[in-house]
């Protein structure tokens, strides 16, 4: 079997293993510690047909977990609960993510990972260095740790997208470009992903918080409000960040439109200097016979300095009115 690992572990005791047969994981003794069941990749489907026999896992279970596109949800089969959602791992171009899914027991936890993830280890470090508390409670206290873990990585990619926010608000303010209004296209899309998978996350939590069952000890449910507090917490900052990138889409179009508006008072304004100029040069472009300035000695050179004075007066005219 590969990328598969057992850690167990109490107070005083912490072994990791890993598990090469099915017959490592059946004979788990769920008495005296907390077991913690790491599966990493969901094409093993003889393995979770073994994990189904052994822990009467529903078969509806291990579909959920063969298909990776499911809807953050909590589902409760009497003698487990069964969760899955899904976990961030940053932003290049666009969300990288991939699900996640624990099946809660009496003394186990199965966690399952379509790949090998950093918020495991973390946790799996606490645990091993005896930082926080884990190693004093039960397997519901790891389920909260892991979760905590998977939250804060929507925090995390919260952050990347808010500086490609900013950073794309400064080149709109100094200069518009049409590539701007695909990366804010872009950016929306990723939001409006983001969205689709925590915004089911809160409902989650809160379906745990009511839960009456002895799945979380009394004592336990005060860092489950936590959690559901950071869930909303996601989704106020997701909602802030896709109406910043309206208020964005907003500003780029006025700036394109300032941006036209700037090039057509640049243009009316030459044409507002050539129009009378090129009445005086069409009038004397004539071709009539009798045309008296035309046979004059000076008559060039006064259509020059008339012309002149006529672009001085325009000039002096708009900069008073401060058309520019």
């Known amino acids: 079997m590969e990328n598969v690992s057992l850690i167990t572990f109490s107070t005083n005791s912490f072994v990791e293993r890993k598990i090469l047969n099915a017959s490592d994981f059946i004979n ?13 990749g969901v094409g093993q489907k003889d393995l979770f047909a073994q994990i189904a026999k052994a822990y009467q896992i529903h078969p509806l279970v291990i579909e959920d977990l063969l298909h990776t596109r499911q809807r953050p949800k909590v589902e409760s089969y009497g003698e487990y609960l069964f969760i899955t959602l899904r976990l ?4 290049k171009e666009k969300l990288i993510s991939q699900q996640v899914s624990f099946i809660l027991k009496n003394n186990l936890l199965i966690s399952v990972t379509e790949t090998k993830s950093s918020f495991i280890d973390d946790v799996k470090a606490r645990i091993e260095k005896q930082q926080g508390v884990i190693r004093q409670k039960g397997e519901d206290f790891l389920l909260y740790s892991l979760l905590d873990a998977v939250i804060d990585s929507y925090f995390e990619t919260l952050e990347i997208l808010s500086k490609e926010i900013e950073g794309l608000e400064e080149k ?19 939001l409006i992903q983001l969205k689709k998978y925590t915004t089911p996350v809160r409902e989650l939590l809160s379906n745990l918080d009511r839960n009456t069952t002895a799945f979380f000890e009394e004592e336990n449910r005060l860092y489950l409000r936590d959690l559901l507090d950071h869930s909303f917490r996601v989704n106020d900052s997701v909602e802030s960040y896709r109406d910043i990138l309206t208020s964005l889409m907003d500003l780029y179009h006025s700036m394109m439109s300032n941006k036209m508006n700037e090039v057509m008072k640049t243009l009316t304004l030459l044409s507002s200097f050539f129009i009378p100029l090129t009445f005086i040069v069409g009038v ?27 672009c001085i007066g325009l000039y002096i005219f708009f900069k008073k009115r401060k058309w520019f």
Do not use: C
């Not at 961030?88 to 932003?91: E, L, N, R, Y």
């Not at 472009?285 to 002149?308: A, H």
């Open 172 to 190: 709109i303010i100094l200069h518009p470009v049409k590539a701007h209004l695909i990366q804010l296209q872009s950016l929306k899309r990723q």
């Open 88 to 91: 961030f791992k940053g932003f």
């Open 28 to 40: 788990i003794n769920l008495e005296l510690h907390v077991n913690w069941l790491q599966i990493v």
């Open 284 to 310: 004397y472009g004539m071709n009539f016979d009798i045309m008296p300035e035309l046979r004059w000695k000076y008559g060039y050179y006064t259509v020059w300095i008339v012309m002149l004075v006529l």
